[in-house]
């Protein structure tokens, strides 16, 4: 088969997924095998493919294309999250820019127009995936939405009822203006922004004296039912028990004494106003305080607040500024940094607000979720996250799960007069409500407007994707899946939550192990994002650089649950890496095979060498695996093939310029590419396919998705060793040559001071051939000491030379050593110094230890060396 001179990544990634696709290799179906399955962290239907996404299903991808070569029945289920609050946003914008308002619709008729939304946009994100060479079992592609899900989530809502751990109650919640729907603590983002503190007086209600309360939110004081002052501040004692007046609406107020105020805040006096702010509310409990809602869902003023009514809250806190200033009880503006919590979908001010909700009570169900990652039945990677997440769920507050949004999975509750009836259907709720009420009808039943939190399906996901619910073979078979790979930022919102729900309805974890994957930053450390504009598109990094070129990109610089500073020169080192394999396949598939001919000895060493050395990347590799250390050992692989094969390898091997090679070296030679191929697939499938498919022989049906991976064999570390000996010498000879500008293929006689090291390479027939081979040599020989006009370099321990036909510059020479001997010495006395630690030595492995001991030995005996040869040098001058 003919090789193309370039490598198009464009044609070949498309040409391998096509064939992927068609031949089933991502499905996967219960069976005699051991399991492997991953869940996808399902992405918004409202996304596009962005670093953060390129970065987790890369992760992902690489080990499920492991466990697939390890013979595991691997199975990766993708699917989409319906995103309440996203998705109805863009739906509602895209009617209003049709000229058609929500409000202008029935519930049905707006969930039409968000099916086809959904159908037309929201298996986008998805097939950018493919691109990215996913391989996902897309005959199970769920959604969070569809039939099989939205029956677990009712069940699972229906089954918390009947348990008592849900209840429905009036709390302070984060109020979303703009969604207008209740969020979660951990969809509020904080950020401490520029304010004001505004300085107000409240008169006495006689007139006699006033207190000056400090405020970032002067609109609020319309909702003012007290002010506060703490008991012990003496500058207020004399305000003890009498009342004030709120400014503009003139309502007389209680002020009441509590340990809770701060006393060095502001002034010291505090408005409280219980219906606009949690710690308020909790003072009004206490106090008995009248609660007073200023505000309407979309964030402006409400009848009760009396005045600027229908005005949005931030035009009317410059109208209460303008009325305070006219009434002359504004005291002063002070310019004031605070943190002001935003919408992490819409990006409007949350605002504190007393609403009917339903919520988890989640103390009720933490326990197996808290002690299952403590004991590391459910194993973290990195281990610091056990801190983060142990904190969280000590301190787990109670779980606000309805939404006001019509897209969603509608909340099983009916009403009836003062009763609610919760069932998974309208027929099961009436069943229950004629208990009590005989006569009634399915049209007297109200169902509950509201709709669940997106998470309550998500944290089913492990168990729903599976039909869970419905005690399927699947659930029987893939559950618990193997590993979790997600952000650390969500570790509350999903992670801990599908722990508990595992738990909950399966007695058992949903992973056991999860990998938290660090944020993909630029390189001044900023998180990417559109609004800073240093986010690139991640299609058109596939479209330059090739999809295996991006993902070598982003795992090469991805530390274990490090953020990872991208930059773009990594996928076009990438992009450059896969140009190299394709080089050396043309390179070894280009060689004439002459059957008789004899197999030279150096190849034998050769093959022996890298056979030994592939081994121990195998077993390099897969205690990096076990660690989740990625890019490590992606690095590695990256070495072990650009330098290891096809610099120093395919130099040993490959015959002289227009002779044929030995029949075994090509044939080992291609069985040890086929190795490579297998190992590097799961990083870089696309590359690694097609360079199978042109070594594949008559003997080989499978492709290498479905290779074997290698199974770990004998390390001979003395081969690696005295091979790496050979490559040292080799180097120093090369170094010579261009020092000195001595032609490549000249042909020079190596010398070597007499110690064990050259004794063996004269005497070992395989080592002499090769180094003679590598280096260019006519002939390696053994001498007592340094030859005239000779120029030398140091190899380990040993000293060689080189005799030159030309005079050498003594000081040249001279300056050049004395250079080597400083840098030898700082090398030295590093090593040194780790071994001086006490800690280094006592809690290091013990071959580490042991590495260093050998360095520092190593790097004496250089220096000896080179204060012999300038000794020797100055004794010439």
Same mark, same amino acid.
């Given at each position: 088969?003919?090789?193309?001179?370039?490598?198009?990544?464009?044609?070949?990634?498309?040409?391998?997924?096509?064939?992927?696709?068609?031949?089933?290799?991502?499905?996967?179906?219960?069976?005699?095998?051991?399991?492997?399955?991953?869940?996808?962290?399902?992405?918004?239907?409202?996304?596009?493919?962005?670093?953060?996404?390129?970065?987790?299903?890369?992760?992902?991808?690489?080990?499920?294309?492991?466990?697939?070569?390890?013979?595991?029945?691997?199975?990766?289920?993708?699917?989409?999250?319906?995103?309440?609050?996203?998705?109805?946003?863009?739906?509602?914008?895209?009617?209003?820019?049709?000229?058609?308002?929500?409000?202008?619709?029935?519930?049905?008729?707006?969930?039409?127009?968000?099916?086809?939304?959904? @159908?037309?946009?929201?298996?986008?994100?998805?097939?950018?995936?493919?691109?990215?060479?996913?391989?996902?079992?897309?005959?199970?592609?769920?959604?969070?939405?569809?039939?099989?899900?939205?029956?677990?989530?009712?069940?699972?809502?229906?089954?918390?009822?009947?348990?008592?751990?849900?209840?429905?109650?009036?709390?302070?919640?984060?109020?979303?203006?703009?969604?207008?729907?209740?969020?979660?603590?951990?969809?509020?983002?904080?950020?401490?922004?520029?304010?004001?503190?505004?300085?107000?007086?409240?008169?006495?209600?006689?007139?006699?004296?006033?207190?000056?309360?400090?405020?970032?939110?002067?609109?609020?004081?319309?909702?003012?039912?007290?002010?506060?002052?703490?008991?012990?501040?003496?500058?207020?004692?004399?305000?003890?028990?009498?009342?004030?007046?709120?400014?503009?609406?003139?309502?007389?107020?209680?002020?009441?004494?509590?340990?809770?105020?701060?006393?060095?805040?502001?002034?010291?006096?505090?408005?409280?106003?219980?219906?606009?702010?949690?710690?308020?509310?909790?003072?009004?409990?206490?106090?008995?305080?009248?609660?007073?809602?200023?505000?309407?869902?979309?964030?402006?003023?409400?009848?009760?607040?009396?005045?600027?009514?229908?005005?949005?809250?931030?035009?009317?806190? $410059?109208?209460?500024?303008?009325?305070?200033?006219? @009434?002359?009880?504004?005291?002063?503006?002070?310019?004031?940094?605070?943190?002001?919590?935003?919408?992490? #979908?819409?990006?409007?001010?949350?605002?504190?607000?007393?609403?009917?909700?339903?919520?988890?009570?989640?103390?009720?169900?933490?326990?197996?979720?808290?002690?299952?990652?403590?004991?590391?039945?459910?194993?973290?990677?990195?281990?610091?996250?056990?801190?983060?997440?142990?904190?969280?769920?000590?301190?787990?507050?109670?779980?606000?799960?309805?939404?006001?949004?019509?897209?969603?999975?509608?909340?099983?509750?009916?009403?009836?007069?003062?009763?609610?009836?919760?069932?998974?259907?309208?027929?099961?709720?009436?069943?229950?409500?004629?208990?009590?009420?005989?006569?009634?009808?399915?049209?007297?039943?109200?169902?509950?407007?509201?709709?669940?939190?997106?998470?309550?399906?998500?944290?089913?996901?492990?168990?729903?994707?599976?039909?869970?619910?419905?005690?399927?073979?699947?659930?029987?078979?893939?559950?618990?899946?193997?590993?979790?790979?997600?952000?650390?930022?969500?570790?509350?919102?999903?992670?801990?939550?599908?722990?508990?729900?595992?738990?909950?309805? $399966?007695?058992?974890?949903?992973?056991?192990?999860?990998?938290?994957?660090?944020?993909?930053?630029?390189?001044?450390?900023?998180?990417?994002?559109?609004?800073?504009?240093?986010?690139?598109?991640?299609?058109?990094?596939?479209?330059?650089?090739?999809?295996?070129?991006?993902?070598?990109?982003?795992?090469?610089?991805?530390?274990?649950?490090?953020?990872?500073?991208?930059?773009?020169?990594?996928?076009?080192?990438?992009?450059?890496?896969?140009?190299?394999?394709?080089?050396?396949?043309?390179?070894?598939?280009?060689?004439?095979?002459?059957?008789?001919?004899?197999?030279?000895?150096?190849?034998?060493?050769?093959?022996?060498?890298?056979?030994?050395?592939?081994?121990?990347?195998?077993?390099?590799?897969?205690?990096?695996?076990?660690?989740? #250390?990625?890019? &490590?050992?992606?690095?590695?692989?990256?070495?072990?093939?650009?330098?290891?094969?096809?610099?120093?390898?395919?130099?040993?091997?490959?015959?002289?310029?227009?002779?044929?090679?030995?029949?075994?070296? $090509?044939?080992?030679?291609?069985?040890?590419?086929?190795?490579?191929?297998?190992?590097?697939?799961?990083?870089?499938?696309?590359?690694?396919?097609?360079?199978?498919?042109?070594?594949?022989?008559?003997?080989?049906?499978?492709?290498?998705?479905?290779?074997?991976?290698?199974?770990?064999?004998?390390?001979?570390?003395?081969?690696?060793?005295?091979?790496?000996?050979?490559?040292?010498?080799?180097?120093?000879?090369?170094?010579?040559?261009?020092?000195?500008?001595?032609?490549?293929? &000249? $042909?020079?006689?190596?010398?070597?001071?007499?110690?064990?090291?050259?004794?063996?390479?004269?005497?070992?027939?395989?080592?002499?051939?090769?180094?003679?081979?590598?280096?260019?040599?006519?002939?390696?020989?053994?001498?007592?000491?340094?030859?005239?006009?000779?120029?030398?370099?140091?190899?380990?321990?040993?000293?060689?030379?080189?005799?030159?036909?030309?005079?050498?510059?003594?000081?040249?020479?001279?300056?050049?050593?004395?250079?080597?001997?400083?840098?030898?010495?700082?090398?030295?006395?590093?090593?040194?110094?780790?071994?001086?630690?006490?800690?280094?030595?006592?809690?290091?492995?013990?071959?580490?230890?042991?590495?260093?001991?050998?360095?520092?030995?190593?790097?004496?005996?250089?220096?000896?060396?080179?204060?012999?040869?300038?000794?020797?040098?100055?004794?010439?001058?």
């Amino acid at each position: 088969m003919e090789i193309s001179s370039q490598y198009i990544a464009s044609e070949i990634e498309s040409k391998w997924y096509q064939h992927w696709m068609d031949n089933g290799y991502f499905h996967s179906e219960p069976d005699e095998r051991s399991p492997f399955s991953i869940v996808i962290p399902p992405p918004n239907v409202t996304g596009v493919l962005h670093m953060g996404h390129m970065l987790n299903n890369t992760i992902q991808d690489i080990l499920i294309r492991r466990a697939r070569q390890k013979g595991l029945n691997a199975c990766w289920v993708p699917g989409t999250d319906h995103a309440s609050i996203a998705t109805e946003a863009k739906v509602v914008k895209m009617l209003r820019e049709e000229g058609v308002k929500k409000s202008d619709l029935t519930r049905d008729e707006f969930l039409n127009h968000a099916w086809g939304w959904k @159908d037309k946009y929201g298996g986008i994100i998805l097939e950018q995936l493919k691109k990215l060479g996913a391989s996902c079992d897309w005959e199970r592609t769920a959604f969070t939405m569809d039939d099989t899900r939205s029956e677990g989530v009712i069940k699972a809502f229906v089954d918390l009822y009947n348990k008592d751990v849900l209840y429905r109650g009036k709390r302070m919640v984060n109020w979303d203006p703009q969604a207008q729907t209740v969020l979660s603590n951990e969809e509020v983002l904080y950020k401490e922004v520029q304010g004001n503190l505004y300085h107000i007086k409240y008169m006495l209600e006689d007139g006699s004296d006033f207190l000056t309360i400090a405020t970032t939110r002067p609109e609020t004081l319309l909702g003012d039912s007290a002010v506060a002052i703490h008991p012990d501040d003496e500058r207020f004692k004399h305000f003890h028990g009498k009342r004030v007046i709120v400014p503009i609406v003139n309502r007389s107020v209680p002020i009441i004494v509590d340990d809770y105020v701060d006393i060095e805040f502001g002034t010291g006096a505090l408005k409280v106003t219980p219906a606009h702010d949690i710690n308020d509310y909790d003072l009004g409990k206490k106090h008995n305080l009248e609660v007073i809602e200023i505000f309407n869902d979309d964030g402006s003023i409400s009848e009760a607040g009396q005045f600027f009514v229908g005005e949005d809250r931030f035009k009317a806190r $410059k109208l209460v500024k303008a009325q305070l200033e006219e @009434d002359e009880l504004l005291v002063e503006v002070e310019p004031y940094r605070h943190n002001v919590g935003r919408s992490e #979908r819409t990006n409007a001010v949350v605002e504190p607000k007393l609403s009917l909700q339903w919520y988890v009570n989640m103390k009720m169900l933490v326990d197996p979720a808290l002690e299952a990652v403590e004991s590391d039945t459910v194993e973290f990677f990195p281990k610091n996250m056990k801190n983060t997440y142990r904190h969280w769920m000590v301190n787990i507050r109670d779980w606000c799960i309805s939404r006001q949004l019509w897209w969603g999975q509608r909340v099983p509750a009916y009403y009836y007069k003062d009763d609610v009836f919760v069932s998974e259907s309208p027929e099961g709720a009436l069943t229950k409500a004629q208990q009590k009420y005989p006569d009634l009808k399915q049209e007297d039943l109200k169902q509950d407007e509201d709709v669940l939190d997106t998470w309550f399906s998500s944290w089913l996901w492990p168990i729903s994707v599976f039909d869970g619910f419905n005690n399927s073979k699947d659930i029987e078979y893939y559950y618990p899946t193997s590993v979790l790979v997600t952000g650390w930022d969500i570790i509350f919102l999903w992670v801990a939550r599908m722990i508990i729900a595992g738990y909950e309805w $399966k007695g058992t974890f949903p992973f056991k192990q999860v990998y938290f994957t660090g944020m993909v930053r630029d390189q001044k450390r900023r998180k990417m994002s559109k609004s800073l504009g240093n986010s690139p598109d991640a299609l058109a990094l596939i479209e330059k650089f090739g999809a295996d070129g991006v993902r070598f990109g982003m795992l090469s610089c991805s530390p274990a649950g490090g953020d990872l500073l991208f930059d773009e020169k990594l996928c076009e080192q990438g992009r450059n890496f896969t140009n190299k394999i394709w080089n050396a396949l043309r390179l070894v598939q280009g060689w004439e095979v002459e059957s008789n001919k004899t197999q030279p000895i150096e190849n034998e060493l050769a093959i022996d060498w890298f056979t030994s050395l592939s081994n121990s990347i195998i077993e390099s590799l897969d205690k990096k695996f076990e660690e989740y #250390r990625l890019s &490590e050992a992606l690095i590695d692989l990256y070495s072990y093939v650009w330098t290891d094969f096809c610099s120093w390898y395919l130099e040993m091997v490959k015959p002289p310029y227009g002779e044929a090679i030995d029949i075994y070296t $090509k044939e080992k030679t291609v069985e040890l590419f086929r190795c490579i191929c297998t190992l590097l697939h799961p990083y870089m499938p696309f590359i690694t396919e097609e360079v199978w498919s042109h070594l594949k022989n008559e003997t080989i049906s499978t492709d290498c998705i479905l290779s074997q991976y290698p199974i770990l064999d004998v390390v001979d570390p003395q081969i690696i060793t005295e091979t790496d000996i050979i490559k040292s010498i080799v180097s120093g000879v090369r170094d010579l040559r261009n020092k000195h500008q001595i032609k490549p293929k &000249e $042909k020079l006689t190596l010398f070597g001071i007499e110690d064990n090291i050259t004794n063996e390479l004269v005497q070992d027939p395989k080592k002499k051939a090769m180094l003679t081979k590598l280096s260019f040599l006519d002939e390696f020989e053994i001498v007592d000491s340094e030859l005239e006009n000779a120029v030398s370099f140091i190899a380990g321990k040993s000293k060689f030379f080189i005799q030159l036909k030309q005079e050498i510059n003594i000081e040249e020479a001279l300056a050049e050593k004395e250079k080597e001997l400083k840098y030898q010495e700082g090398f030295i006395i590093g090593v040194q110094k780790k071994l001086a630690n006490e800690r280094f030595v006592q809690n290091a492995p013990e071959a580490v230890v042991a590495n260093e001991k050998k360095k520092l030995a190593d790097g004496l005996s250089r220096k000896k060396n080179l204060e012999q040869s300038i000794e020797e040098l100055k004794s010439r001058l």
